[in-house]
């Protein structure tokens, strides 16, 4: 592949990956923000107030409510799903073309290792990084908020470490941001949607669904939140070695973006 075609798919990926993000973070975030607002509404609700959200964008006024049961045919419904799928597929088209496809995946200074292996681990730990994810919040430590953060940053530490004296130190920054977006998106694909499926066959029957299938959507919809931002702060850091990957504290640095981001992701969820 000669280098003006590289240059040129290389800026059509980049831009359809950030324009689908767009789309995807900006609606996570503002339905989380919405079930905030609503949890907010509910209590006023037992005061008499009214339990719609009143905005105003644009040339209008809307008011949004949520609601307990279908009041429409199952096929029209708004589904947001695509922006999800689009958005990782194109990142991992990114990881091909900028890492796996040249040489910016190894440093010999760093690890002795084939491009092949380099990238069977890369691979390997988007995979595994989802297994560890999906079992802790099945587990006891899903039920603990505090506890889940605790351990989801001493195996954020661990993997990051690990791919720091692996990859290259550019690299080891984007896979970070790799596992935390595969994660995003195979919580949308495989455990979001298939409870909102279920929610919407049983109000198509007039049945009432399983509140847990509304938890267990809702809390993966939380944690994505939450790594959303972290996820923006490691894709940009390739702009950046000197404050970033090529810092002799490159280690420590990630690790304070991650924290950031959750602190930041905190932020815009309360606002």
Do not use: C
Not at 6 to 13: K, V
Not at 230 to 259: C, D, K, Q, R
């Amino acid at each position: 592949m000669s280098s003006d075609i590289r240059e040129w798919l290389n800026l059509a990926l980049r831009w359809f990956h950030v324009f689908a993000g767009i789309l995807w973070v900006g609606q996570t975030y503002y339905f989380t923000w919405l079930d905030g607002q609503f949890s907010k509404a509910e209590k006023n609700a037992a005061d008499g107030k009214p339990s719609a959200v009143w905005m105003v964008h644009s040339g209008g006024f809307y008011t949004v409510e949520k609601q307990k049961s279908l009041g429409v045919a199952p096929e029209l419904l708004r589904w947001f799903r695509w922006e999800a799928l689009l958005t990782w597929l194109s990142g991992l088209a990114l990881l091909f073309l900028v890492y796996y496809f040249t040489s910016g995946l190894i440093d010999p200074d760093v690890a002795q290792i084939s491009q092949g292996r380099g990238i069977a681990i890369g691979i390997a730990v988007l995979v595994v990084g989802w297994v560890i994810y999906d079992f802790a919040v099945r587990s006891l430590l899903g039920k603990s908020e505090i506890a889940f953060a605790v351990f989801a940053f001493a195996m954020i530490a661990a993997l990051s470490w690990g791919l720091l004296h692996v990859f290259s130190a550019r690299a080891a920054y984007l896979h970070v941001g790799a596992i935390f977006g595969t994660i995003m998106t195979i919580n949308v694909w495989m455990r979001i949607l298939p409870a909102q499926r279920r929610m919407i066959a049983a109000a198509a029957k007039g049945e009432s669904f399983d509140p847990k299938l509304s938890a267990q959507a809702k809390l993966r919809s939380k944690h994505n939140t939450f790594m959303a931002v972290p996820v923006v702060f490691l894709m940009i850091s390739n702009h950046y070695p000197v404050a970033t990957y090529g810092s002799t504290y490159s280690w420590e640095i990630l690790l304070a973006l991650v924290l950031l981001g959750w602190v930041a992701a905190k932020v815009i969820r309360s606002a």
